[in-house]
């Protein structure tokens, strides 16, 4: 895919990937693991679809699926939004600040092998021995009862990726408050960066409270102790406050990258600026604030009184106001400009009625009274598919293929992002319009099959259409994929022609070290403002130095692996007569804590590429 | 300025854990850090406040029948103190000195080893005198796992002392090792901070019952 593929043999290549710690090769990392996942997680919603289409189906077991709905649920969230959000704030963030890398390279690296060998970790459940089946949220009642290991892997592949995310978070909280380039202040940040900002800052505060939560149930399932057995004085509800302490603030961890790669594509496929810039950066930290104020909205059933529901009630509430205040603002950005309709505005501009009907059913399921109706049946499964698939997915297609020309230096097809795009969005709404209905006339979530003659037999026919609708459009969009590689016609630094950010200002794909020399930032917008002054480039900020870059290492996939070892022991080692489990939980720490050690004890300096290496470079079209 | 560059007690700066681009990193990323583990001890602390005394039957051992004052307040005293050698230890370090910097850091290990060790003989005396075990109630679990959690902190952060002593030992204080130490230093703080919190909730107010 890039052109480094070609110039050096295959072994070189994969290698070059493993112990990378260049953010934008990164990126392609969690493009790729992301983008399988999705995969994944689409196939498992697939079978969901078919199993469901017609009443007293056996085209899977009810305990399959179980597991496959979990997997559904777990993969699509952890493994796949999330790590395609990273992808996209690893590619743009650094670019649109300016920087040459993020703050932390080595651990950048670190946090994507964590991802990937959790993730792997968890989806090996199904060749040994079953998936987990208590549901994505697993809660404790449920989940301790379930045989087997299946929820072993969920706990245990989440903790490791989850400390792979917390990991990123910081690192693109530092980047962002220490690395922008000169005249970069906090109020010229593109609306991307900032949403990556807030999100990071979410990602930081969310995410102990789910370590926690996994380390409990880890001890419970696997040590032996009673967090959760009522028997012994334990509390099940813990885990439920653990899991959406953590799981309300994820969905806007995943909601506000979204908010962010639509900002951008309203600002440059309507030629205006972003309306109410700064009512925008207000709005997206309003949401991050109020995200955390909210959790106990998933729990109204739970039995908390009526005081508490009322106060979560109420806030929950409070979020559509600033997320209102966003809503319009891309209306007015819109409103006026010279609209270009290509395929990422298409997504956006299909988004907003998308997103606002998930927004409000939201608001109709924080009523803690009428969510008593609401609560556990197919009303919900549509109000969150309208919010995560009308938000976060059609923004990761979006931004696949508004930054694929800047990631990989070529131009995705737009005739086939066109059909792409139509299909999905047709049926996206097929398959979760006609849930909300289902769930009024009373069909509940998670159950495998219903009987005839009660209603539900057409409205679940139609969802399974329109699942395979998006099945087919996902078909396109890799066809696109892999024939926009094999073609592979290079562009330019600005191939939409309209960029306004840095990092449209440089190269397609950008050098390893981004910017030779460091832009001079004069305001929002910093590439449009040069362009309207006639200017072909940005102005640099410094002379032609020599640039300091992070050497690459393996350490951060062997310390992940260390991990993925001691998982296994963990897991096992619970089993009667198991005798191995111990010392291979021990094996696999001491990879881990091995590795710290080398890395702590080996300095890296890093190297410099010299002046004149840079100059060179200047016949190759890279500029400022 | 070149992390590798050899100082002089005059050439030495002000704040040499924050002079290059890495070291601002590293300080402000290692606050944030230490954010995301001030969540994961109130977490644990949650847990713990929710689960005290919850025991399956009336003959167990509750946190008023466990905790002793002398002990505790033993191994309070010790790590408050380990606190206060660390901040000389960081003092030196401003001031160029790297061996009285090493000395401070190797009085910290060992008061953080005494700790340790009190609280093994601890949760020893817990375990075989009153049966108060990480399996024998929600109430042990909790226990265990926040004082624990607490314990290993401990034992990563005198690993991580001495780690840096000894590879360190012999080529003295430059820009690139200072925000090295300097963060390390950070972490014991944290560790110490959150054993002031763990004394109040879990032994003060356990023994007031």
Known sequence: MSTLAQKKGFGATIWDYLTTVDHKKIAILYLIAGGFFFLVGGLEAMFIRVQLAVPNNDFVSAGLYNEILTMHGTTMIFLAAMPLVFAFMNAIMPLQIGARDVAFPFLNSLGFWLFFFGGVFLNLSWFLGGAPDAGWTSYASLSLASEGHGIDFYVLGLQISGAGTLIGGINFLVTIINMRAPGMTYMRMPMFTWATFVTSALILFAFPPLTIGLFLMLFDRMFGANFFDPTMGGNTIIWEHFFWIFGHPEVYILILPAFGIFSEIFAIFSRKRLFGYSSMVFATVLIGFLGFMVWAHHMFTTGMGPIANAIFAVATMAIAVPTGIKIFNWLFTMWGGSIQFTTPMMYAVAF?????????????????AQDYQYHDSYFVV????????????????????????????????????????????????????IQHFLGLWGMPRRIFTFNEGQGLDAANAVSTVGAFFMAVSTIILLINIIMTSIKNEKVGSDPWGDGRTLEWAIPSPPPFYNFKQLPLVRGLDALWIEKMEGKKGMTPAEPLGDIHMPNNSIIPFVMSSGLFVAAFGAMYHADEGNTWGIPVL?????????????????????????????????DKGVKA | MQAEEKFTNETWPASPEKQTLEAKNKFLGFWFFLGGETVLFASLFATYLALKDKVPNSEMSLAKDLFEMPLVFAMTMILLTSSLTSVYAMYHMKNFNFGKMQLWIAITVLLGL??????????????????????SSAFGSAFYTLVGFHGAHVAFGLMWFIALMIRNGKRGLNLYNAPKYYVASLYWHFIDVVWVFIFTVVYLMGMVG
């Open chain 1, 352 to 368: 907003i009625p998308s997103f606002t009907m998930g927004g409000v059913t939201g608001v109709m399921l924080a009523s803690a």
């Open chain 1, 382 to 433: 549509a109000h969150f598919h309208y919010v995560i698939v009308g938000g976060v997915v059609f923004a990761l297609l979006a931004g696949t293929h508004l930054y694929w020309p800047k990631m990989f230096g070529t131009m995705l097809n737009e005739k086939m992002g066109k059909w792409t795009f139509w299909l999905f969005l047709i049926g996206f709404h097929l398959t979760f319009f």
């Open chain 1, 586 to 618: 021990i094996i696999g720490l001491l990879i881990t804590l091995g590795s710290m050690l080398v890395r702590s004890v080996k300095d890296d300096h890093g190297y410099h590429i010299h002046k004149e290496e840079l100059v060179d470079d200047d």
């Open chain 2, 114 to 135: 005494v700790f340790l060790g009190l609280e093994i003989y601890e949760f020893n005396h817990y375990v075989h005198e009153f049966g108060h075990t990480f399996t």
